[in-house]
């Protein structure tokens, strides 16, 4: 499992350290002088480290002392006053002046095997200008491999968001634990391969984590012989008014193929039979939620009085319940209604996209943006529920103060209808009795791995209809249930 570290978390775990031996400093330096190494191999030639004014930059002194001692060519570019800087930045810069590392206040002529980005790591509180805007300009120039110690200058590590510029590097390795801001927002842009190196440190009992098909695979089980229909459960997905019909059968059909035994759609707007998926039962809503053990509302449901009174209806239903799409848009418009959904005591999940979280939140959709984690987090608190917030790194979080960010998926997700496929993954695994955070976590994954095997296949990220999702996820479904087996 890969730890996720917010800056607090950070600060303190360093401070809980100050007097490790040896130090922090010494040990991130070291590790990042190993892993560029390994990443330059047989033929390492010159290495450019762009050392900043904090801590980040003192990581750098010492990566750029160990690989001067292992022979490599390094030049240290740094800019700032040596008397300003932190006391073990200070040191760690002296030893780095010992060696044959060539120090410059330009950046040197001639080419570089790997340029360093030991800038500003997770202090940084202000957004980047004037000279050290300029340098990121021209490492984010260069062709060659960029490697940021901890997170790329100018990214915000709790969020992702950008402050005025940011590197754009090839790999990033982490100290101590990954940061949220590298694996959500515009994190997946700018970090390029991600690696993680904890120093040696325990990080058992913190909250958030990178999502791991171990965080649902043990629920997973191969079907027995002597089953039938009834074993699977029964979803109802309630929604597709007039126009919007197209919604809910998708999520019913992401529900059906993922493993529900029987999918009952009630639908606003009446519909004979799906001719596309005639095993699904089209029944009114109220015929839906009476034959559901689980139920997914909002997919195409609108915002009418009818679909006001529905949902009233589906709120007190005592099975889990997912809400998605404009469920969520009538809960954030009926704080009463809102209300009766936090209360309740079976297991509720939401799936908002940005602005369906910002209508909840009564904020607006930057400011879920700016912190993605503590928007889902306080979602799931105010909620009760268990939220995956979507977006680029969908942040899953859980009543319990536990949340995890996902890494799969791709750009193709980008379309309409896969947040209806999404909702009725969520809902077959549901109805097959996955408990409600591992069934949200793993359709998530699902959901993502889907696309990404699209992708991977010719098929995307570009064209990827929400339709294809759905074969796709079954079958990595079934392999994972039978390498569970």
């Given at each position: 499992?890969?730890t996720?570290?917010?800056?607090?978390?950070?600060?303190?775990?360093?401070?809980?350290?100050?007097?490790?031996?040896?130090?922090?400093?010494?040990?991130?330096?070291?590790?990042?002088?190993d892993f560029?190494i390994?990443?330059?191999?047989?033929?390492?030639?010159?290495?450019?480290i762009?050392?900043?004014?904090?801590?980040?930059?003192?990581?750098?002194?010492?990566?750029?002392?160990?690989?001067?001692?292992?022979?490599?060519?390094?030049?240290?570019?740094?800019?700032?006053?040596?008397?300003?800087?932190?006391?073990d930045?200070?040191?760690?810069?002296?030893?780095?002046?010992a060696?044959?590392?060539?120090?410059?206040?330009?950046?040197p002529?001639?080419?570089?095997?790997?340029?360093?980005?030991?800038?500003?790591g997770?202090?940084?509180?202000?957004?980047?200008?004037?000279?050290?805007?300029?340098?990121?300009?021209?490492?984010?120039?260069?062709?060659?491999?960029?490697?940021?110690?901890?997170?790329?200058?100018?990214?915000?590590?709790?969020?992702?968001?950008?402050?005025?510029?940011?590197?754009?590097?090839?790999?990033?390795?982490?100290?101590?634990?990954?940061?949220?801001?590298?694996?959500?927002?515009?994190?997946?842009?700018?970090?390029?391969?991600?690696?993680?190196?904890?120093?040696?440190?325990?990080?058992?009992?913190?909250?958030?984590?990178?999502?791991?098909?171990?965080?649902?695979?043990?629920?997973?089980?191969?079907?027995?012989?002597?089953?039938?229909?009834?074993?699977?459960?029964?979803?109802?997905?309630?929604?597709?008014?007039?126009?919007?019909?197209?919604?809910?059968?998708?999520?019913?059909?992401?529900?059906?193929?993922?493993?529900?035994?029987?999918?009952?759609?009630?639908?606003?707007?009446?519909?004979?039979?799906?001719?596309?998926?005639?095993?699904?039962?089209?029944?009114?809503?109220?015929?839906?939620?009476?034959?559901?053990t689980?139920?997914?509302?909002?997919?195409?449901?609108?915002?009418?009085?009818?679909?006001?009174?529905?949902?009233?209806?589906?709120?007190?239903?005592?099975?889990?319940?997912?809400?998605?799409?404009?469920?969520?848009?009538?809960?954030?418009?009926?704080?009463?209604?809102?209300?009766?959904?936090?209360?309740?005591?079976?297991?509720?999940?939401?799936?908002?996209?940005?602005?369906?979280?910002?209508?909840?939140?009564?904020?607006?959709?930057?400011?879920v943006?700016?912190?993605?984690?503590?928007?889902?987090?306080?979602?799931?608190?105010?909620?009760?529920a268990?939220?995956a917030?979507?977006?680029?790194?969908?942040?899953?979080?859980?009543?319990?103060?536990?949340?995890?960010?996902?890494?799969?998926?791709?750009?193709?997700?980008?379309?309409?209808?896969?947040?209806?496929?999404?909702?009725?993954?969520?809902?077959?695994?549901?109805?097959?009795?996955?408990?409600?955070?591992?069934?949200?976590?793993?359709?998530?994954?699902?959901?993502?791995?889907?696309?990404?095997?699209?992708?991977?296949?010719g098929?995307?990220?570009?064209?990827?209809a929400?339709?294809?999702?759905?074969?796709?996820?079954?079958?990595?479904?079934?392999?994972?249930?039978a390498?569970?087996?």
């Amino acid at each position: 499992m890969v730890t996720l570290l917010r800056s607090a978390e950070s600060r303190a775990l360093e401070a809980r350290h100050a007097d490790a031996r040896p130090p922090l400093m010494e040990r991130a330096g070291r590790a990042a002088a190993d892993f560029a190494i390994g990443l330059l191999g047989r033929h390492p030639g010159r290495v450019l480290i762009c050392a900043g004014p904090g801590n980040n930059g003192g990581d750098g002194f010492v990566m750029g002392r160990e690989l001067a001692r292992a022979g490599l060519a390094v030049s240290i570019l740094f800019t700032s006053d040596p008397a300003r800087l932190p006391p073990d930045a200070a040191a760690a810069l002296e030893t780095c002046r010992a060696t044959s590392a060539d120090f410059c206040r330009e950046v040197p002529p001639g080419s570089f095997s790997l340029v360093v980005d030991a800038l500003f790591g997770i202090g940084l509180a202000r957004a980047i200008e004037g000279d050290y805007a300029t340098l990121i300009a021209r490492i984010n120039a260069y062709p060659g491999p960029v490697l940021a110690l901890d997170i790329p200058s100018g990214l915000d590590g709790d969020t992702g968001r950008i402050m005025g510029v940011a590197v754009r590097a090839t790999h990033t390795l982490s100290f101590i634990g990954g940061k949220p801001g590298l694996y959500t927002l515009d994190g997946p842009d700018h970090c390029g391969a991600i690696a993680v190196d904890n120093l040696g440190l325990d990080l058992a009992g913190h909250p958030g984590a990178l999502l791991a098909i171990d965080d649902f695979r043990t629920c997973l089980r191969p079907r027995a012989r002597n089953s039938h229909k009834g074993s699977y459960g029964s979803l109802a997905v309630i929604g597709g008014a007039a126009g919007m019909t197209g919604a809910a059968l998708l999520a019913a059909r992401a529900g059906l193929k993922l493993g529900a035994g029987r999918v009952f759609v009630g639908l606003l707007q009446e519909l004979a039979v799906d001719p596309m998926q005639p095993e699904l039962m089209l029944r009114s809503p109220d015929d839906a939620l009476a034959q559901g053990t689980t139920v997914v509302a909002g997919p195409g449901l609108g915002t009418s009085d009818d679909a006001l009174a529905i949902l009233r209806r589906v709120a007190g239903a005592d099975s889990s319940l997912l809400l998605d799409a404009d469920a969520l848009n009538l809960l954030a418009a009926h704080p009463v209604l809102a209300n009766r959904v936090a209360r309740r005591t079976a297991a509720t999940l939401i799936t908002p996209h940005p602005a369906e979280a910002a209508r909840l939140l009564a904020t607006t959709t930057d400011a879920v943006q700016a912190d993605r984690v503590a928007a889902a987090l306080e979602l799931a608190h105010r909620f009760n529920a268990h939220v995956a917030l979507k977006g680029c790194g969908t942040v899953v979080a859980h009543p319990d103060g536990q949340w995890r960010i996902n890494t799969t998926g791709n750009p193709g997700l980008a379309s309409g209808g896969s947040g209806d496929v999404l909702s009725g993954m969520v809902g077959a695994l549901l109805a097959q009795a996955l408990p409600a955070a591992e069934a949200l976590r793993g359709a998530v994954h699902l959901h993502g791995a889907a696309a990404d095997a699209l992708a991977a296949a010719g098929d995307g990220p570009i064209g990827i209809a929400a339709g294809e999702l759905i074969p796709a996820a079954r079958t990595l479904l079934n392999r994972l249930t039978a390498t569970h087996a």
